[in-house]
């Protein structure tokens, strides 16, 4: 069922978001939000390329062509982030891999002795993959795994750190350990074109080059749930438990823009590939376009709390998730 929005909201939209740049030129613009279709099946993760969308929850995905179902399966261990490759033919399901014309799991070598890579010995206890992103090209993968200790083992003795983030390539070959902590610390991880990062109560970045962290940021009062870099890798949002969005200039490191995006934990977070908007949604069943100092574009009801937001690659649908649909709207002026 096709459905629109009824209220048309009027926004300067800014041509620049670049703190260093001085006053950005303004355009005014309409959006409306148009429910296009509603898809059964949804999840805490998504990802839209083309004609395909992909949502996935901690232990199974399912992509659709043209909004019909085209594969679904269960994943061999819990998954996070997912990303559809440049070409269609897999989702970058971290830390896995799925063929979507085959409907099966690529064969990749084994994941445990990477995450055991730097261990004194053999673990003692449960090794367990909390967070997971693959680089947009799927070469790198950013694993945050902690240790469960056995009963009557401390956690963590075999390396000094209860938790550990992981770099690592596509032969899963760890080259680098950027960060050490304790269990729960981190809830997001994400890479841009650029940089890397991850967050807790603080959001962290590396350098993709380098592997050198680059800045430590206290942005949230509690804990992020969602990284995204902008498609020129200028600016990082971020969203929290604590209901805001914050915008930070990867030049300076500098928060540029914060404000309540929603009624309750803010979830999700996404830019528009084009235009100077970002999407998100969160725990108030609310998904919401926003410009970049904060003023509010759009939004739209959803049937329960939204998990994930995506774009479409041309900005002309947005695509959100909650745990048991996925919800195609267009974007109209």
């Known amino acids: 069922m096709r459905t629109k929005t009824t209220c048309w909201l009027v926004i300067a939209a800014i041509g620049c978001a670049h ?25 805490g993760r998504l990802a839209v390329h083309g004609a395909l969308i992909a949502a996935a929850t901690d232990d199974a995905i399912a992509v659709w062509r043209d909004q019909t179902r085209a594969a679904a399966a269960s994943s061999p261990d819990p998954i996070d982030r997912v990303r559809l490759s440049a070409d ?73 750190a209860q938790a550990r ?12 350990v950027p960060w050490t902590g304790r269990n729960y610390a981190l809830t997001s991880v994400g890479f841009g074109a650029r940089w890397a990062a991850a967050g807790g109560k603080q959001l ?7 592997h050198a962290q680059v800045a430590t940021l206290d942005v949230h009062s509690l804990v992020i749930r969602e990284i995204a870099f902008s498609p020129d890798d200028k600016l990082v949002a971020s969203v929290s438990n604590d209901h805001k969005v914050v915008l930070v200039d990867t030049a300076s490191w500098k928060m540029i823009a914060n404000w309540d995006a929603h009624d309750g934990d803010a979830v999700g977070v996404a830019w528009h590939p084009s235009k100077p908007l970002i999407a998100t949604t969160g725990q108030d069943a609310l998904v919401r376009l926003w410009s970049l100092d904060g003023k509010r574009v759009a939004e739209a009801k959803l049937p329960r709390a939204g998990n994930a937001v995506a774009f479409s690659d041309d900005g002309s649908k947005l695509v959100v998730a909650t745990d048991d649909k996925v919800i195609v709207f267009a974007i109209k002026p």
């Open 88 to 160: 269609g033919k897999q989702l970058l399901a971290a830390p896995y891999v799925f063929d979507v014309a085959g409907a099966s799991w690529a064969a990749l070598d084994e994941l445990e002795p990477a995450l055991l890579h730097g261990l004194a010995g053999p673990s003692k206890g449960e090794l367990k993959v909390r967070r997971a992103d693959w680089s947009a090209d799927g070469k790198e993968l950013l694993v945050y795994v902690e240790h469960r200790a056995a009963r009557g083992v401390a956690s963590g003795s075999s390396s000094g």
């Open 19 to 43: 703190a260093s740049q001085g006053r950005p030129m303004t355009t005014e613009i309409k959006v409306t939000l148009d429910k296009l279709a509603e898809l059964d099946g949804g999840g």
């Open 204 to 210: 962290m970045v590396w350098d993709r080059k380098t």
């Open 165 to 176: 983030l992981l770099w690592m390539d596509r032969a899963r070959k760890v080259i680098a």
